[in-house]
């Protein structure tokens, strides 16, 4: 083969790696951003089901109250 193919082959596989850890690290990048926010979403979450167990304790609490009654 002569030098110009041998270049060019050579320039072609180091784009070709250069390329493959550009997407690597954008997939990784995203990866960590949505664990990052289904983190947040569960935090979130746990938040509102304590706040929805107290309201119905204290439903169930004067259902109770008025049942007495």
């Given at each position: ?9 050579i ?5 070709f790696i ?20 289904i983190?947040?979403n569960?935090?979130?979450?746990d ?9 119905a ?7 109770l ?5």
């Amino acid at each position: 083969m002569t030098d110009g193919v041998v270049i060019f082959l050579i320039t072609q596989t180091v784009a070709f790696i250069i390329a493959l850890f550009k997407i690597y690290v954008q997939v990784t990048v995203k990866m960590r951003e949505l664990e990052l926010r289904i983190e947040q979403n569960e935090k979130k979450d746990d938040v509102l089901f304590k706040k929805l167990d107290n309201i119905a304790e204290q439903i169930h609490e004067l259902y109770l109250e008025l049942s007495k009654k």
